[in-house]
């Protein structure tokens, strides 16, 4: 090796080069003798991780705040080091708890829990049938943990894995409503006064024929606990709750509704028109999957951004929309869709064709599932909103380091990781309940699609 090849490459390059018999000769060349070659420590970055298998894995549920919330919890080789993953699916839960105790243990146990692509996908397709809720979420509790063991590993929050911050924190929105328009107003008044410069409305249930008697329970139709909506009332009442909030509560507020769904696709155009001039930030859900073959439509008959779509579970459900641009927010569950993992493709995707993230974030995406999400979006370019929610009190209890909201802001720990933690007896405080069903029909007792 001529000496200028030498002067253009590393140390470490040629050292790599020439081989560990050539070493001290180079080291000669470069003007280091053998003592100082052997005080010289290898840098910490220079050193790698030694390799790190799992151990065990676990479903923990609880539910702190009435909600079943699943999180995963793998334990690694390396004492003490372990990572958590939402895999919340609050409707199904003990059928997620199976997946993951039945059939994840044996295909996880003793595997590197580096390569984390890799994982996912031998996950994805060991059932050989796959895209479904529990299976997805299960998944999610794996690839989720993963990363946060990452993230513990490399001594970073995970959102540094990712690329780094994109913003200092997140803008996030809250919801309200209120018995009357009124009284919403007054809600939204005090979420502003909070901070808060996104806030989500639904126009009071009187306006919308929930409270109405509906003539199914009349006929004896139907089961205890389903809800009644008068779709007539509701397409009329939506435009009245932003004419009240928009007149009272000025401009500088960003103004969002949820469809969930509900409606006919030309209802929904209605609606969304009926709003325009209102200048809402987004119209959430106007169409249930099964009305996908609208979206050309809607698109063509309305300028109101639109977000959509926290029932999708696996990719071929968004890509021909996203990349006909028919939508202008995206809304996966993240847990739903399987993770981290997937979430980033669909983050990175979107930005090429001008759609903002705005991931689906109630009460029934767990504190774990909550933060994962942050990192991700204090990451992304095409970062949208955030949906958020203040943890109560119990919440806090069970996930030490949750997630805070300041001024409408969501602020993550900067722990490595993603720097929140599970308290088992804590959570155990709070089993698994039976949850009940609402689902909401027509005056007539047709179910209504959400
Ligand atoms: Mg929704």
Redesign the pocket.
Known sequence: MEPNEVMKMGRRDVLKTLGIGSAIGTLGFLGMNGAEAATKETPSYQKGLAPVTIKSIKAIITAPNNANLIVVKVETSEPGLYGLGCATFTQRAAAVVTAIEKYMQDFCVGKDVDNIEDMWNSFYVSSYWRNGPVLNNAISGLDQALWDIKGKRANMPVYQLLGGKSRFALPTYTSVSGDSLEALVENVKQRMALGYKFIKISPPSSLSGTLASPDYVEAGYGYAGDRHIDIAKYVRAVPQAFEAVRKECGDDVELIH?I?EKIHPSDAITMLNSVEQYRPFFM??PLSPENAGWWKQLRESTNVPIAMG?LFNNINEYLEPMSNHYFDFI?CHVSQIGGLTPAMKVARLAEWFGIRTVW?GPGDTSPVGHTAQAHIDLAIWNFGVKEGRDFSENERKVFPGAPTIKNGYFHINEAPGYGIDIDEKEAAKYPMHYRGYQQIRKDDGTIIRP
């Open positions: 949820d969930h959430e859900d926290e809304r689906h």
